[in-house]
């Protein structure tokens, strides 16, 4: 007896956060593939870099939010209409901005993003250049 | 011992790590500082509401398209849904702001008609029209990313603001200036 309350408690206590979210099913093509493998393969690598909007740091692929799962429909459905995942990311980005996407376009507000990796490169080029010739002497 | 040398001839380098260590301690203190914002704020300020239908969200409401929005006066665009709990919170705020007049048309998330009635009944209803939307297409299609929203359109259809999270007392000052911007 004693065992089964604390079950149901501990049970009561994963299901609290629940309260927030609807409970209806889950939207058309959500957790569906698509019938053509290709599309599904475009659609499937497209929602790998689309950031969930609710649970912030999981893509939309790993998210179980509501919204994730509505944005899932919404990219497949995209897809199998014929868009390219390019336009359907940019349908996104206009919407909620690069945030969005785990693939930020290169922009005033991401140049330092792009770039440092490559002038870090070019720095420690440099010094080990430095490096090696004062060896060599 | 090469690295004695070169901070002999240029007796500055010595300070280049310190210089650096300060200059990112400053940045790291200053980023944990700022209170954290999880909110996305849609990109679609300034922009068209875009074209979207909407059936009714519940039986005696009517339900929502875009050209109900662009016939000439500002409306409130408030997106909810019975099964949030903010949602209710907000409720005496747009009851306040119905009876002054400002036209409120509702977006329920993710929603079942009866459920919808029944929040109308406990809360108030100061809608004019309820859209239902069970798969949150228009909310994406407005960069909305939560309930409660609210959003400020204008009479030709521009949305002029987001309002994300309920609207509390102290935000009806925000919500009623940029109703009457929109004017």
Known sequence: ?137 | MSAPVATARRPWLLWVPLIGFVLLATIFVIGLRKPDDPAISSKMIGETVPAFALPAAARDVQGLSSSDLADGTPHLVNIFASWCVPCAAEAPQLEMLAKNGVPIVGIAIRDRPDDVAGFLTRYGNPYRRIGSDTTSKVQIALGSSGVPETFVVDGKGVIRLQKIGPILPQDMADVQAALAAAR
């Open chain 1, 1 to 137: 007896m004693k065992g089964a309350r604390t079950i149901l408690a501990a049970l009561l206590l994963i299901a609290a956060p629940a309260l927030a979210d609807s409970n209806m099913p889950s939207a058309v093509l959500a957790n569906v593939q698509l019938p053509d493998a290709a599309q599904e393969a475009k659609a499937k690598a497209l929602m790998e870099t689309l950031r969930c909007l609710v649970c912030q740091g999981q893509s939309i692929a790993d998210s179980n939010a509501d919204l994730a799962a509505d944005m899932r429909s919404l990219v497949r459905q995209r897809i199998q209409s014929g868009e390219t995942p390019d336009q359907v990311r940019a349908w996104l980005v206009k919407r909620y901005g690069a945030w969005v996407s785990y693939e930020p376009p290169l922009g005033t507000d991401t140049v330092l993003l792009w770039l440092a990796p490559f002038v870090l490169l070019a720095l420690g080029g440099i010094l080990a250049l430095g490096s090696l010739r004062r060896r060599a002497r």
